[in-house]
T-cell receptor, first 113, second 112 residues
Framework: LAKTTQPISMDSYEGQEVNITCSHN???????ITWYQQFPSQGPRFIIQ???TKVTNEVASLFIPADRKSSTLSLPRVSLSDTAVYYC??????????????FGSGTQLTVLP | EAQVTQNPRYLITVTGKKLTVTCSQN?????MSWYRQDPGLGLRQIYY???????DKGDVPEGYKVSRKEKRNFPLILESPSPNQTSLYFC???????????FGPGTRLLVL
């Protein structure tokens, strides 16, 4: 699995857009990028997954530049309830070669009033 | 309701006393896995299973056993628990390896 690097923590205010960047310099051709969200004492929850360019769903957007060595999770107009840890995972999840899913330490996002 | 259940949710035990944490999913998922979460270390995978009777080690398998005799169940067994296994444990399932993982509510274990 490609190693990922994320900021340990970020602060934001309600109503702002938050961008969390994940670096994955050794991403492989078949690797996908997946983000999960975790609230305290709960299991992680899938947010979004992408391979290149931009993916958007009702919760977030995922921006992936052409070289795919990084990705940015964008949360529009955050609220206090978006305070959570966000994990970036990179791997060839579909071929069966990346059998171990490593979450890493994630980014603690704190949304302030 | 589609869900992953774990039991017990909280457990206090003593060193060396065998215990089992159950995990069950009702989504007919192929892939199941166990994680432990410790402060500052994120989530680390213990074991995973691609299908019935198919299991493999994750990042931190030492001191744990699993079995997958039925598709819906994936129990985690601690034969001889030690204090360093005090942690928050999560079970997860997905239809396939690359699919969305659904996590259980967690089991908080304290080994004295």
């Amino acid at each position: 699995l490609a190693k990922t690097t994320q900021p340990i923590s970020m602060d934001s205010y309600e109503g702002q857009e938050v961008n969390i960047t994940c670096s994955h310099n050794n991403i492989a051709t078949n690797d996908y990028i997946t983000w999960y969200q975790q609230f305290p004492s709960q299991g992680p929850r899938f947010i979004i997954q992408g391979y290149k360019t931009k993916v958007t769903n009702e919760v977030a957007s995922l921006f992936i530049p052409a070289d795919r060595k990084s990705s940015t999770l964008s949360l529009p107009r955050v609220s206090l309830s978006d305070t959570a840890v966000y994990y970036c995972l990179v791997g060839d999840f579909f071929s069966g070669s990346a059998r171990q899913l490593t979450f890493g330490s994630g980014t603690q996002l704190t949304v302030l009033p | 309701e589609a869900q992953v259940t774990q039991n017990p949710r909280y457990l206090i035990t003593v060193t060396g006393k065998k215990l089992t944490v159950t995990c069950s999913q009702n989504m007919n998922h192929e892939y199941m896995s166990w994680y432990r979460q410790d402060p500052g270390l994120g989530l680390r995978q213990i074991y995973y299973s691609m299908n019935v009777e198919v299991t493999d080690k994750g990042d931190v398998p030492e001191g744990y056993k699993v079995s997958r005799k039925e598709k819906r169940n994936f129990p985690l067994i601690l034969e001889s628990p030690s204090p360093n296994q005090t942690s928050l444990y999560f079970c997860a399932s997905s239809q396939g390896l690359g699919e969305t993982q659904y996590f259980g509510p967690g089991t908080r274990l304290l080994v004295l």
